[in-house]
């Protein structure tokens, strides 16, 4: 049962490219939830989604950042128009249900704006 | 609101002795579940343990166990027989709900082990 699977470990972009993070969770989770790494600094969350639906933007920045979670396919994170500051690690976690106590995390991105 | 304290930005321990991480949390939920992740230098997160609100007993996991005290809102992660590999970052987290389920986790800023032979 493999555990949950992000990609790319490493991204490298330039100003003002795009960003796009993947999230495979565990097999039988369904929801999945984005958290953000700034060197030295612990995790802050960012999203909160099911399949298909949006449960709880709240730490998303207003712009240039947006998440999906298809009923197929992986969840994405996209980042348009990086910018220096957008250079942090990126971890995906997955849990099977709400009633679920433990998110079981993936590897992380690490994301460079260069 | 939520909010988690790691006050010990570094720790050293010598190797086949125990360290106690502190954790101090704050919250006006009743329910709520406290974690500890490890994250090594490789990177990735790795869950160590967990404690619920109304878990009557302390948690143990093996070397780790946590030391949970509700009305001084702590929740200190105990690492007993310390080996070269607990070398890594530490970081306290929490989250509300029954049992800790629902919403998002809430991190403090970490500990940094460093264990010395």
């Known amino acids: 049962n493999a555990g949950v699977m992000q990609n790319p470990r490493h991204l490298v972009r330039r100003r003002g490219q795009e960003a796009r993070l993947r999230c495979s969770p565990m097999?039988?989770?369904?929801?999945v939830y984005w958290y953000r790494q700034l060197p030295e600094e612990g995790l802050k969350f960012m999203v909160y989604?099911?399949?298909?639906?949006?449960?709880?933007e709240s730490g998303m920045p207003k712009e240039r950042f947006s998440a999906e979670f298809p009923k197929e396919g992986p969840s994405i994170l996209r980042i348009q128009q990086v910018v220096r500051g957008d250079s942090a690690a990126y971890f995906c976690?997955?849990?099977?249900?709400?009633?679920?106590?433990?998110?079981?995390f993936g590897q992380g991105t690490r994301l460079t704006v260069v | 609101a939520q909010k988690i304290t790691q006050t010990q930005p570094g720790m050293f321990v010598q190797e086949k002795e125990a360290v106690t991480l502190d954790c101090t949390y704050d919250?006006?939920?009743?329910?709520?579940?406290l974690f500890w992740y490890k994250q090594p230098s490789s990177g990735e997160m790795i869950f160590l343990i967990y404690?619920?609100?109304?878990?009557?007993q302390n948690a143990t996991e093996g070397r780790y166990s946590l030391n949970f005290q509700k009305a001084r809102k702590s929740a200190n992660l105990v690492i007993s027989a310390s080996q070269l590999g607990d070398s890594a970052m530490y970081f306290c987290?929490?989250?509300?709900?029954?049992?800790?389920?629902?919403?998002?986790?809430?991190f403090g800023k970490g500990t940094k082990l460093s264990v010395k032979p």
């Open positions: 097999k039988g989770h369904s929801h």
């Open positions: 976690a997955s849990s099977p249900n709400e009633g679920a106590a433990e998110a079981f």
């Open positions: 987290a929490m989250r509300e709900g029954p049992g800790g389920s629902q919403g998002n986790l809430i």
């Open positions: 989604l099911q399949k298909e639906n949006i449960i709880d």
């Open positions: 919250t006006s939920d009743q329910s709520y579940g």
């Open positions: 404690q619920g609100s109304y878990d009557e």
